[in-house]
Each structure stands twice: as C-alpha cells, then as structure tokens.
C-alpha cells in the first residue's frame, strides 16, 4: 500500500489537522511541525508543509492526493478538487470591514469603491453581485492598515476572533460568507486511492458526527 500525500499549511491548522488526525485514529503517532523540513513522514503519510493559499494547488496538480483548505482558500482559487468533509476547525468569516464612520456611505449605494484585500476574486465576484464597480488594491499582509492610511475606502478579509479589527478601530460592514477548513482530495487519487482515502473520510465523519452529537447534549443541558 503506497503512502498518502497530504498538503497541509504551516502553523495553526498542520497542529488542528494532526491533532484531529490522532483522535480519529487516522495517526497514530503526534507530528511534529518545529523544525524547517518541508516533508514530514509519519505512519502511512507523507505530509508537505506549504502555504496555506498554496494547498490547493498541490492537490489540483496531484502532487498531494489530499490536503487541508479553507474555504476562504478554495473560493478564491476556484479549486478543481473534491471536497468531502468539513473539518470543523480554522472557522471564520470573509467580510466587508471598514471604519465606522464609513458605514453610512457603504449603504448608500455607491458607484464605486477602492477595495483592499488577498481575495481579488472573491472580492470581485461579491461587488459585482451588489453592482458596485471597485477599484481593487490587492495586498499580501496587514489589510487592516489600508482604509487607516487611505490607501482604500473598505478591506475584504477574514475575521476569526475580531482581535485585529478591534485593536485597529475598524468595524465589520458586510458579512460575505463563512469559512472553515475542508478536507480537499485529488480527483484521480479519489479513485486510484479509493480504500484508503475512504478510510481516512469514513473514520473522520465516524468521529465529527459523535462531537456534534456530544455538542448538542451539552447545549440541551
Ligand atoms: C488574518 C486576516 C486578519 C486576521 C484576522 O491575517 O487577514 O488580518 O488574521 O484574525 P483575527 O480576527 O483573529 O484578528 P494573518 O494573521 O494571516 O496575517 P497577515 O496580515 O499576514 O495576512
């Protein structure tokens, strides 16, 4: 049985995914991410550290039979994968966030607006839905810095727990959509791989199922 690729990005969601891995009975063995190599062995797996806007396309080009994405991630690539669990980990939300003296002017129907963001497509795709043309500034980091220097009227990021708008005096405007990290497979490998990647989807719904269920007693309590 050969081994499986798995695309996952550095840092916060490699710990969640192998973590969920481990209880899941997936891994068998904890993987350590701290030091600089690029591929990690663990069990049957082979794990690739990239960059998390990266992952899809490892897994597109079949490098990776399988990976970790967003859903953040996967709209603004338009990925070609299949995606058959939700993770429930990496939550968060894609909005429209500014200053909050600039609300009153994002709703009353602009022509135009100048757009910061690291999603160009999904912040293209969502004015263009409002018909509200955009000049678009696309950044790579610190989006939340731009309508504070007036480099744009409005940002399009993601908000996780809130901390980088509060402390920046900015406010959510819009809610786009919300996202959470997917497990993402390669079509082929879907099929070449077929037992064992069923195997890993099997024993990670097996185990999000018996949380959900779990969470719902706990709230009825
Ligand atoms: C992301 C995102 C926000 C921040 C939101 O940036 O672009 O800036 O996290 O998180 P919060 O709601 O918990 O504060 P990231 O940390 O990836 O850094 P970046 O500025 O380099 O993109």
């Known amino acids: 049985m050969g081994k499986i690729t798995v695309a996952l990005p550095k840092g916060r969601l490699f710990d969640q995914t192998t973590d969920l891995f481990l209880k899941c009975g997936i891994l068998q063995e904890k993987v350590d991410q701290n030091s600089r190599k690029l591929i990690l062995e663990a069990g049957d ?18 490098v ?13 690539r338009k990925a070609d994968v299949y995606r058959p669990v939700d993770l429930g980990i990496g939550a968060c939300t894609i909005m429209v966030a500014g200053l909050p003296q600039d609300r009153e002017r994002y709703f009353s129907n602009p022509t135009s607006l100048r757009i910061s963001t690291k999603y160009p497509n999904i ?30 009227d409005f940002i399009v990021d993601i908000v996780e727990t809130g901390r980088t708008l509060r402390e920046n005096g900015l406010v959510v405007i819009e809610e786009i959509r919300p996202s959470s990290a997917k497990l993402i497979t390669n079509r082929i490998s879907y099929k070449t791989k077929g037992k064992q990647i069923g195997d890993i989807i099997e024993k990670l719904e097996t185990f999000l199922e018996k949380e959900k269920k779990w969470d719902t007693t706990t709230l009825n309590i």
Do not use: N
Request: net charge negative; aromatic share 12%.
């Open 45 to 62: 797996f082979r794990f690739l550290l990239v960059r998390a806007k990266d992952v899809p396309a490892y897994v597109e080009y079949g």
């Open 64 to 76: 990776a039979d399988i990976g970790v994405a967003g859903d953040d991630v996967l709209l603004e």
């Open 123 to 152: 912040a293209r795709d969502f004015f263009r839905k409002k018909g509200i043309k955009i000049q678009l500034i696309e950044l790579y980091g610190s989006i939340e810095l731009a309508p504070l220097v007036g480099l744009s």
